[in-house]
């Protein structure tokens, strides 16, 4: 294999195209690993890129570099950014179109945590804004952004194409617990779980559907990994919209 | 059980590669440019036997000016030991500068490697400073004691490998440094914060503190990169902890850098000192 051959990359138009928030967390560069074989992933990240064959890294066989390596067959698209920027989100979608000309699927992963309390420390109070920008409202300016340059345009072949968008939530978002501390993080999802629901009605005259996804703590062995990108591919398979599926280890439940 | 190959090697020659390298898939990475990196490259039993190896160089003391038979301060600019490798080197060790491995890391960085080459420890003692943002394409000088294998190491003795100066000037033969090679070893417990990466950057003025990519000196790990005009890379300081390496340069002719770069790369040489001056 030659040298630019290190850049090129597979593509096969049976793929879904996937605009995917967070590759850089332990969700996002499980879905990279996982699903790339199944999805051309568009893979926005604000660190580190995902441990994953991309546009930019391969894998080498150190005794014989030149050699192909079927690792590398499915690579994503990695594309850094920092998303509370209006302007890297304009530019994250123009990416995605004109490397793949279309998004079938967009997962909102990209999160922003801080646990405290509300009383006796700042930390939360102070981390509030981000975690909503992040977790809450990001994901509705991804949504319609994708909209807005893509979607709209191309109403009908939504419908056939089975375009949707998956947010992802937490449990957290159902219960109220003073002692863990994540008064923002579970708002942040209670805000997103209902702006899901509202998105879902607005871009159903695009022929777009909008759920969320809604797993307890994971990885653990009552949520593995596999279990929350088994929720993903749910999501993007049916016909559902408006909807909150949970994974909370008892089996997925549609609410 | 440690395996027969790396019973020999521990005052003989190298084992195989095929024996004692762990790990088949290093990760090749364009950004901010074209650099290898992988974790668990050798076998356990064989890294053991390497962090052995160097812990008998250690337990020789250090020394605060040039002594080759130790680690000392023999780099200009900076406060990091070295300890070069002897052309005579046997052991674990030796692996760095076998025949199979100049090979492996010119083959994997297409690079046209001329046999010569210059290895050491590097002993980077906790609260060591950041270094500066530089590149290692320069000039090198090399006497001629290549072995049966047509690996020529790094004689000191014989002529010096910054100016060609020594008892053996007349017949040095300039290179110029074609690869770096950077082996983590010793390092046990290391954890984001304690410092020693390997920093990357895109370009030289960018801020040492601001690195593109931040290699970690996690426990038999390697980086490696072609030296190029834009292969910026400096040392991150370790506030809490020291850090231990083996460096490997690879060399390549002169002309060679001349037809791919041009002459005004040249211009440049004089600008970085060559060993004494750079520590990755």
Redesign the interface.
Known sequence: MGKGEHRRMERSPRKRVCLLTGAGGAFGSAFCQQLASDYDIVAVHRGAPPQVPTQDQSRIDPLDPRKPLVVNTHRVFAVQADLEDDREIDRVVELALARYERIDLLVNAAVSYSFGPLLGSRRLLDSLEQQFRVNSILPVKMAVTVAERFWQVHDQDNLSENRNVVNLSSTASFTVRADTGGAGYSTSKVALNYLSRFMAQEFKRVGVRVNALAPAAFPTAEVPMRAVLDGVRQLDSGAMTGRILVLDGQGPQLR | MTSPAVSRARSGPPPP??EV?A?????????PFPH?R?QGVFTPAFYDALVEHRRRVERRGRSETADPSRLSRNMLNSDAYAWDFPPDLGGPLSIFVSRAWHD?IA??T?VPATGDVNCALHHHHAGSRDGFVHGDLGVAWFSRQPRADGINPMDLARCSYTDGSGPEHASAVDRVRAVTAIFYLDNEGWQPGDGGETALYLRQSDPVRRPAVAVAPVDNSILVFENTPHSYHAFLRNPTRARNSVILWLHRANSDVMTRWGVEVAKSWGQVPLDGGIDP
């Open positions: 590669l095929t390298l790990n088949r898939r290093w990760w090749r990475d364009d950004r290898f992988a492996m083959a994997m297409d």
